[in-house]
């Protein structure tokens, strides 16, 4: 079965702190792709990163990078110097093999609220 | 840049109507979907859709539930005796290809059951 577990429920930090938000995932499949999505508050989602399994290295995006390892099965995302406009619930997904349906199992959301 | 449009943003309706959440996924792409995020919850997996049929669907997605691509643009969901318990939002998605995940969501319809 697939899972993704995003354990922390809610963060809070003061803007210009870093965070990083976990997630762990669980899949049979040898092939997958890992996601992450922002939801802000007017509720749309907004696609963030997608990363393939053979694909191990971290990647950065102006204040967004995500560590992908895959020993431990995580796929974590840290935001550099947050900013009050990160607060949103943030979401870690998963989609399965190529040739399946495309579905994306999603985790809980990690709701982060920047402080200014 | 193309986007999934859904309508309505809002519908409210009463127990037991009928609703038909509307979808115009981007025009040169082949899968179909719709999810569901109960407020506050995670967004969950209801329903795929290729050629015309449904490829995937979830537990959630009973009796009650069904999808059409009536014309070649629109794709519906269609609620067919609404529950307080859908009170949600329905969020489409299409992807160019199944597997790759590169699914684009549509801003969501909000439904609100009473």
């Known amino acids: 079965a697939q899972k993704v577990t995003q354990a922390q429920t809610e963060i809070s930090v003061v803007e210009k702190e870093d965070v990083t938000l976990d997630c762990v995932y669980e899949?049979?499949?040898?092939?997958?792709?890992l996601f992450w999505y922002k939801q802000p508050p007017s509720g749309e989602l907004v696609f963030l990163i997608r990363?393939?399994?053979?694909?191990?290295q971290n990647e950065i995006s102006g204040r967004y990078s995500w560590n992908f390892q895959k020993s431990t099965s995580s796929f974590n995302f840290t935001i550099t110097a947050s900013q009050v406009v990160d607060s949103a619930v943030y979401f870690c997904?998963?989609?399965?093999?190529?040739?399946?349906?495309?579905?994306?199992?999603f985790g809980q959301g990690t709701t982060l609220q920047v402080k200014p | 840049e193309p986007e999934v449009t859904q309508t309505p943003s809002h519908q409210v309706t009463q127990m037991g109507q009928e609703v038909i959440l509307r979808c115009v996924p981007i025009?040169?792409?082949?899968?179909f979907y719709w999810y569901r995020q109960i407020l506050g919850q995670k967004v969950e997996f209801l329903v795929s859709?290729?050629?015309?049929?449904?490829?995937?669907k979830s537990e959630i997605f009973d009796d009650q539930f069904s999808v059409e691509r009536p014309d070649g643009s629109n794709f519906t969901l269609k609620i067919r005796s609404t529950k307080l318990e859908d009170s949600a939002m329905y969020f489409c998605?299409?992807?160019?290809?199944?597997?790759?995940?590169?699914?684009?969501f549509g801003e969501g319809s909000r439904l609100t059951v009473l």
């Open positions: 998605a299409s992807s160019p290809l199944a597997g790759t995940g590169e699914l684009f």
């Open positions: 997904a998963l989609s399965g093999r190529v040739g399946n349906t495309g579905k994306l199992i």
């Open positions: 025009s040169n792409h082949l899968y």
């Open positions: 990363r393939n399994s053979f694909d191990e």
């Open positions: 859709f290729y050629n015309n049929e449904i490829s995937e």
């Open positions: 899949t049979r499949d040898t092939t997958y792709y």
